[in-house]
DNA sequence: GGCGTTATGTTATACTATAACAGTCTTGAG
DNA sequence: CTCAAGACTGTTATAGTATAACATAACGCC
């Protein structure tokens, strides 16, 4: 096994890419999810959804709140918390514990259960789904008796572009 | 392989345990644990280690607050938070941020990065220290290029105990 | 169109956490 | 011992996150 050169695996989407694309990708399966399960994928959820998306970060429920009132919607909290909980439901998006935010699902469709490694400069979010890591913990579990139902996995550092912005002279702080 | 009669290692304190022993472990050790730092471990910081350390399950700031009230102490949420923060400065205690609670750590004095088991059902939460899941969650991160400060694992489910007492006939809900 | 179900609007409130400033206690230098 | 600096705690106010409860509206089936 010879990583050394090799380009590592994508999983942040890098600084410069078309995040159009991304979101347009997110509701298109979302559609297509909802439809299938004959569950309804209403004007508002949609828009949430799409708010979600807006950036890699994970986004909190007051944020999405206050665009979708300045776009004009009517809205309140329950508004919000509503539409999250069916879009958590439906796994077309997770929450992030800690950080109190929500950040679109990049494999919804079936039941998973990855991690997150969250950019504490950028905040960009990556979703992995490692079977080692998997294994290791149920391994663990089992060891002591435990039987896991629900997993919270956040990793907190710094992803490439922010090592790298680093180097480049820009105090750490 | 064969795992199915020998007892499973300890993780969770059985719900028949002295568990003032484990508050007076706790207590002695964030004492001498102080001393040797040359940081102050006031009456204040005790009494709210104490509260976090009164059961297995992670105790909420606000529970904690009530408490210190009901037992003739001053307090307002600051006192709890600041006494809250230094407990985790020193690493006496860890936050469960899928609760917004506090437990208390179970191997304090020096850095460690475990995992906890928090069962749903009655709230008890084990810290576990497996180097497979670390190493794993460390392969998986160095593969994509990101670099872990911080790690937040948290599993959710049903502890021994309280499988036991799922097939006793108790109604799951 | 009537009607049950689901979704959203609306108001109020609970829960979690921190900012800011004032007063008190501890400690060590002189 | 005294006092000044720093550390700790008290106190008030407020920010941030989330849900309860009830009213209204939209949908979908008959
Ligand atoms: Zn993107
Ligand atoms: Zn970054
Ligand atoms: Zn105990
Ligand atoms: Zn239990």
Redesign the pocket.
């Known amino acids: 096994m010879i990583p050394s050169i090799s380009s590592p695996k994508i999983a942040f989407a890098g600084a410069d890419h078309d995040h159009r694309r991304c979101v347009a990708a997110a509701l298109a399966a979302a559609t297509e999810l909802c439809a299938r399960r004959g ?2 994928l ?4 949609r828009r949430v959804l799409e708010l979600v998306w807006r950036s890699h970060a994970p986004q ?3 944020a999405i709140l206050e665009t979708l009132r300045r776009r004009g ?7 919000v ?3 999250l909980e069916f879009l958590l439901a439906q796994g077309l998006i997770h929450r992030i514990e800690s950080a ?1 935010a929500f950040v679109g699902c990049t494999t919804p469709g079936r039941p998973h259960a990855g991690h997150f490694l969250i950019c504490s400069d950028c905040g960009a979010t990556a979703e992995v789904d490692d079977s080692r890591v998997g294994s290791a913990l149920r391994d663990s579990a089992a060891e002591v008796g435990f039987r896991v139902e629900r997993q919270t996995i956040e990793l907190s550092g710094y992803c490439p572009d922010c090592q790298d912005e680093s180097l480049d002279g820009e105090p750490s702080d």
């Open positions: 569950v309804r209403t004007e508002l959820r909190g429920a007051y919607r009517r809205a309140a909290p329950p508004t918390y509503r539409a109190s």
